[in-house]
């Protein structure tokens, strides 16, 4: 290797490190050099300690856990969340369907109670008017009395009139007289 001076440095390693180093040079299409002046740029940049291989050791072990978790998380929804939610949104229709069912109920409820009530409130004014034209026929009792004092009155001054005359125009009058009592 060269320096800024451009001079040359030289690495010794043993020749079973010489093998691991070769093969992975080979396997990632570099050679040699470039590899270890990649390797040094890398653990440069990276400020990582090469000794600390439980780095990588750890990410894999995350990456295997965070897999259980998604596993785990999937197992769940299948057996938990999918039927919880199938369930809920049933639960959900049924409620709707109460409610209309309830709202139909209450609305045809409220129809039929406001039609009663407009049909009594019809037959009470219909009522209202049958006993105003009967209270108008039916006179009280002492204008009854009043108007039966004034027929027999005029009754009785009638057949003082007529005295001693005959016995059939006594009874025509007295006939007169019923029949306005009658019409009473």
Do not use: C, W
Not at 9 to 29: I, V, Y
Not at 90 to 98: K, L, P, S, V
Not at 153 to 158: A, P, S
Request: zero cysteines; charged letters at 35%.
């Amino acid at each position: 290797m060269s320096n800024k001076d451009g001079h040359t440095k030289t690495l010794r390693f043993s020749d079973a490190l010489d093998e691991k180093f070769g093969k992975l040079a080979q396997k990632l299409n570099r050679s040699k050099l470039q590899l270890f002046g990649l390797m040094v740029e890398y653990f440069y940049k990276t400020k990582k300690d090469p000794a600390d291989i439980s780095d990588e050791m750890l990410k894999t072990s995350l990456a295997k856990n965070h897999d259980i978790y998604i596993r785990f998380i999937r197992t769940q929804e299948d057996t938990l969340l999918i039927p919880l939610k199938e369930e809920v949104d049933r639960m959900i229709n049924n409620q709707r369907e109460i409610v209309r069912y309830f709202n139909e109920q209450v609305v045809n409820a409220n129809k039929a109670i406001l039609t009663g009530q407009e049909t009594q409130a019809s037959r009470q004014k219909e009522t209202d008017k049958l006993l105003q034209a009967v209270y108008s026929r039916i006179d009280t009792k002492e204008k009854l009395k009043a108007k039966f004092l004034v027929i027999l009155t005029g009754y009785i001054k009638m057949r003082e009139e007529l005295g001693s005359f005959k016995n059939r125009e006594k009874d025509e009058l007295a006939e007169t007289f019923r029949k306005q009592i009658t019409d009473l």
